[in-house]
Structures are given as C-alpha cells and as structure tokens.
C-alpha cells in the first residue's frame, strides 16, 4: 500500500497541488462538457419542434384559406 | 450596422487574432527548434555569441559547490566530452542532481564560465519503484568493481 | 443482389441509420467509461508505487499521457472524416469531424495543463518552448480554428468544406509532435511507451496508463455520439424521418 493514511493520500507526498490541480481540472472539464452536449440535444429537440409546429400551423391556415 | 457585416467582421477579426497566435507560436517553434546547445558545440565555438542560449547534458558527478555567500551555486555541465563551468544565482528544481539532466539558459562569458539565470531539470523516460532503482544502482556498482 | 450486400457496409452511414445507432450505443460506451476510468484511478493511486526519482508528483502521468494521445488521435480521426467527406461527398463524415474537435479540443487543453502542472515541480518551469510544447500548443489552436471556422460559416457545405482543408493542412503537425523528442532538442523526455521499444515503465504504473488511455477513448466515442445526434437532426431537419423523430420525442422531451 502507498499510503499510511487519508491525509497522507491527499498531501501526496507535497505534490498535492500538482496532482490534484491536474484531475481536479480535467474531471472538472470532462463534467462541464457533458453537460454542454447533454444540454444541447434537447435545446435542438425542442426548437426542431417548435419550427415544426410552426410550419404545420402555417400549412393548416393554407388550407383554410383555401 | 446589419447583422451579416457585424458578423463578418467578429469573424475577420477571430481570424486574424488565430493567424498571429499560430504565426507567434511557429516562430518559437522555428527559434527553438535547437532548444539546447551541447557541451562539445559550445567548446567548439558553434554555440551563438552576443545572445543568451541553453546548454543541455549532465550535471558532472562532484562539481556542485556553494560559494560563501550562500546562494551562488557553481557546477559543471558535461556530454562525457566536454565540460562546461556554470555559476547560477537562484532556486534549484527539485529533480536537479549531480548525475542527473540539466539545462541551463545564460550567457557564455570571456573566461569561458556559463552565467547561467536559468536552471532547469531534464528527467528521462524511465518511471520505476524505488526499490527497482536501487537494485540497478547496486547491478551498476557491482559491475563497476568487477570491471576494476 | 450483389450490389445490395455491398452496400450494407455503409449501411450506417446513413444519418437516419446511424441516429439510432448513435443513441443506442453511446450510453455502453459511457459506461465503460466509468468502469475503466475507476480501475484506472484505482490502480493508478493505490497500486503504483512511488517513482524513483519523482517521487507522487509523476501520477499526473495517468492523465496527461493519456490526454496527449488523444488530441493527436482525435485529429487524425477529424481529418480521415474530412478527406471521407471530401472524396465520396458523405453527408456524415463532416458532421463526425464537426462533433469530434471540441473534445479533440478538452484533452489537448488537459495535456498542456497537466503538463505545465507536472512541469513545474520536475523540470522547474510551468512553460518552455520546446519543440514538443510549441507543436502541441500549435494543435490546440489548431482545435479552436477549425471550430471557430465550421460555425462562423452559415452555409454548410462550404463550412464543411473550409474545416476538411484546415483538417487536412493541420494533420501534418501531428507526427511533427509525435516525432519532436526525437528530431530536436527538447526538455521534454522521448516516449516511455512506443511500438518499436519495449515500455520504460514499470508494470503496473503502465497498467494504469493503458487503462486510463482505453477509458478515455471510451468517453470520446460516448461523448462524441452524442454530440453527433443533435447535429444530425438540424442537417437533416426536412427529411420525414427526422420529423417522425420529433413526434415520437415530443412527449418525452
């Protein structure tokens, strides 16, 4: 085992701000991104389908005036 | 101002701010394509004069020495070759050691001693367990003192 | 007949075909993902010993070496799905390029960090310009122009088009990177993992590299189909397939 303790584990032997800044940062990134693309899908969703809407509101007073 | 030209010119202007970004960065790429000069170049005379440039190799076994002052710090760069002289006044990185990579950015001056204002650790690509480096130290000793 | 079966190879690169595909295999991707990137951690902090010479400071190395492969991967994948899109005029290759360089982008950005966070404590410095430090911050900007470019463009075939060429133009920094520890001069150290030498690491501390090198290439291939989805929907946003999509999402979305 590397570590006697917890608090050994975090200090990591002195290199706790290199270390921890580097996965801190990365996990960090990878979270924002997949809340970005996740977030993205239904914006497009719902916009797609509001233009959707629209056009086939459009296309029924056609027919009305028709 | 409509909203095509406005967007035309963000554009323009994010690809002139890239192209000096890269044409920045290709220059450093282009001076520093020698990063470092090597002990022998430097004996030899090939190594720039009037600007400051790096000298890369290992610090020679025994040559540190701190002068009385307490921060000037001397030691000599080698290829095996060649040797260099270094005086350096500042804080030393970790991995620096006597034995290990080292390059230092300074100036050569008249009596052939490196004012060095920059010194930095250059480790390899070996990663092992300490025990493992033990053990190839002593292989290493061993086999030094057979070669005796 | 004949013809048929052959062209069930590029069955999938039908975007109608490969929508669902996409959704369906992205979240195993993901998981694995998750699974590898916990083994990888695992082994990583807890079975890898301490390095001789740098003591904890080189288990950034799990990360930074694994990053690095990646944004060089990422581009030569962006410019195969460019020379793709330009040679047979695929519709979906240039949507695979587009939806791959922002995380083309992250992990050059986490190696360039990572690296300047390892850097400091080991060689003494945050930043030097190296050769293999210069040509790697070249490929970030490289990130940022091509997406800076296909979005500026309204007009996506020629958006598409314009990336393919700086995709392909850039693709050459890539083996100039690879290759910069051996060509020139530079503070950082050669390769301790290549095809044509045996590993200079310990066992288990490439153990951990490798693994945490398969979980990021699980996360980009999650990441990046579904990325890909909502780009295929707006391409393709007048084609009846796509609006039988919105129907059947509309209740859930």
Redesign the interface.
Known sequence: ???QSWSD?WS????A???W???G??FA??AL??VV??R???????R??R??QAMKASARRKEIQQ | MKARQKRLILVVAGVALLGGAVALVLSAFQQNLVFFHTPTEVAEGKAPTGRTFRIGGMVEDGSIKRDADGITVRFAITDTAKSIPVAYKGPLPDLFKEGKGAVVQGALGADGQFAATEVLAKHDENYMPPEAQDAIDQAHKTAATVAQ | MESGQRFSLFRYAAPHLFYPLAGRLAPWFAAAAVILTLVGLYLGFFVAPTDAVQGEVYRVIFIHVPAAWMSMFIYLIMAFWSAVGVVFNTRLSAMMAQALAPTGAMFCFVALWTGALWGRPTWGAYWVWDARLTSQLLLLFLYFGFIALTRAIEDPRRADRAGAILALVGAVNVPIIYFSVKWWNTLHQGASVSLTKAPSMATTMLMAMLVMALASWAYTIAVVLWRVRPLILERERHTEWVGDVLETAEGRA
């Open positions: 085992m590397n570590w584990f990591m032997g002195g290199a701000f290199f270390v800044g580097s996965y940062v990365t990134l990878i991104e997949l693309v996740l993205r899908r239904k914006q497009v969703v719902h797609l389908q233009l959707r």
